[in-house]
């Protein structure tokens, strides 16, 4: 069972983030686990990594992750982007699209589990988050941003028990 383990503020720097973007259509079994491999055996991450000509990590810390960020407003498609924050300005490849964002403040949640079990709790990262303080923001339009953060190694090595951490991150104030 996944728990949270760790919430704290983050500032972003004003980022472009590059990626594809999918919908409610594109699930498979409730998810977008085939798109993100879809993207490995396609080495969109490399390709996208050498459109970057500073080390990300410079951006923020952990401004190297890869990204699953998410919109949704009532009444409008859900959209569900694969990629990664640039630096402001970056080129974005064919067949990519972009988001820019303004300098942002992150609350993040670290989901500390099985990976199985890490997925679909940004409801309860969100409530955490407003029990301890902080308060979630829409965009000018009204729409919810919030992201999954894949971190090395917090996601990419299990620990003795075989789990890992999933940032879970969203706009607050």
Known sequence: MAE???VYRQCMPKTRFIGKKYDDSDRVNGGFGDKWGEWFSNG???LM???????LTAIY???D???GLMRWKEGEAFEYWIGMFAPEGTNIPDGF???DFPKTELGVCWLYGSEGDLYAKEDKCAAKLIEEGYKIIPDEKGAWWFFERYGCPRF???DAQGNVILDICHIIK
């Open 4 to 6: 949270i383990i760790k």
């Open 44 to 46: 969109w991450f490399g």
């Open 49 to 55: 990594e050498n459109q970057i000509s500073i080390k």
């Open 61 to 63: 810390e952990d401004g």
């Open 65 to 67: 992750a890869y990204i």
């Open 97 to 99: 699209g972009y988001i």
């Open 156 to 158: 990419t090595t299990p």
